[in-house]
């Protein structure tokens, strides 16, 4: 049985920095993905990596502020977020499928985390 579980979020004070992380059991090299959802909102993409961590994909509104990473001796997936915004607040999850393409349409998605709260104060 495939596990996701994510953690590092938490509250920051506008411009900060979190690193959130997400610890994948049961399947090594899945496509990894975040994605977050704020209040009120539709789930939307963040950023994607492959399977050996060679290829990424972000969002345009996280270019140059947010960094995936993948540690697969750890099977674990990271999202650095830098210079945050007010606006970055939302649950983010961590997401995996088998394929190997990139993408970030979330019904491609096999596996789900539970999420974890970003709050970003102004």
């Known amino acids: 049985q495939v596990q996701l579980v994510e953690s590092g979020g938490g509250l920051v004070q506008a411009g900060g920095s979190l690193r959130l992380s997400c610890a994948v059991s049961?399947?090594?090299?899945?496509?990894m993905e975040w994605f977050r959802q704020a209040p009120g909102k539709e789930r939307e993409f963040v950023a994607a990596?492959?399977?050996?961590?060679?290829?990424?994909i972000y969002e345009d509104f996280v270019k140059g502020r947010f960094t995936i990473s993948r540690d697969n001796a750890k099977n674990t997936v990271l999202l650095q977020m830098n210079g945050l915004k007010s606006e970055d607040t939302a649950v983010y999850y961590c997401?995996?499928?088998?394929?190997?393409?990139?993408?970030?349409?979330?019904?491609?998605?096999?596996?789900w985390g539970q999420g974890t709260q970003v709050t970003v104060s102004s």
């Open positions: 997401a995996g499928h088998r394929a190997v393409f990139l993408t970030s349409s979330a019904t491609v998605m096999d596996y």
């Open positions: 049961g399947r090594s090299r899945l496509t």
């Open positions: 990596i492959s399977g050996s961590g060679d290829r990424t």
